[in-house]
């Protein structure tokens, strides 16, 4: 299957400062790429689309200002959280599904993940 | 809105044959499915279309009953490895692709 990287793969940070994560689609190219949150023992939450060109879609309850996203290649995406409080802190993976004529039917892969952690 | 997953949690025995559901409210385009190891990212299993086209590992089977909106996974003479956390996730109209509650199955010896 296609292959999506992430860095790093876990950071710790104190609270107030800012984080960045950035995930790479490695053999495909990715105008889309999706941010998800996941809590301990919970299900994947979509926090935001990331669209390459354009500015980001957020899911409702997220906020954009805290949560940035740049889609600055077709194959990079980044995201940065911004003034991270203990409440941040969560499993982070991003996904891109591969290119197609139609996303809804492209198979959709998973980066490692980004365990953050604030203090 | 989330498809819904059941059973929550399983345990079986080596060898022994299980199925996940997964529903949903909506009419859908795909579903996809996904085995998730503690503290990994999500492992893609398999990709059901509608109109009946499958994509995924040779040893995973699955159903996509596009009527109902209703998929199923099928773990066949199941081995220690295919414990885990199963996701099933959802695409109806647009590019999200939204997931299930989850489904926790532990094989033993």
């Known amino acids: 299957g296609a292959v999506v990287s992430q860095h790093p793969s876990w950071v710790i940070c104190k609270s107030g400062t800012s984080v960045k994560i950035e995930c790479r689609s490695l053999?495909?190219?990715?105008?889309?790429m999706f941010w998800y949150r996941q809590f301990p023992k919970q299900s994947l939450m979509l926090m935001a689309t990331?669209?390459?060109?354009?500015?980001?879609?957020?899911e409702q309850g997220v906020e954009k200002d805290k949560f940035l996203i740049n889609h600055a290649s077709l194959t990079l995406s980044t995201l940065t959280v911004t003034s991270a409080h203990p409440e941040d802190s969560s499993f982070y993976i991003c996904?891109?599904?591969?290119?197609?004529?139609?996303?809804?039917?492209?198979?959709?892969?998973f980066g490692p993940g980004t365990r953050l952690t604030v203090l | 809105q989330q498809p819904v997953q059941s059973p929550q949690a399983v345990i079986l025995r080596e060898g022994e044959d299980a199925v996940i559901n997964c529903s949903s409210s909506?009419?859908?385009?795909?579903v996809h499915w996904y085995r998730q190891k503690h503290g990994e990212a999500p492992v893609f299993l398999m990709i059901l279309l509608k109109g009946g086209e499958q994509k995924g590992h040779e040893k995973i089977s699955a159903s996509f009953n596009e009527k109902k909106q209703q998929s199923s996974l099928y773990l066949t003479a199941s081995q220690l490895s295919y414990s885990g956390t199963y996701f099933c996730?959802?695409?109806?109209?647009?590019?999200?692709?939204?997931f299930g509650g989850g489904t926790r199955v532990l094989v033993k010896p």
């Open positions: 990331s669209n390459e060109g354009s500015k980001a879609t957020y």
């Open positions: 996904s891109a599904p591969t290119s197609g004529p139609s996303s809804s039917y492209n198979e959709q892969f």
């Open positions: 053999d495909f190219q990715a105008t889309t």
């Open positions: 909506k009419a859908l385009y795909s």
């Open positions: 996730g959802t695409k109806a109209a647009g590019n999200k692709l939204t």
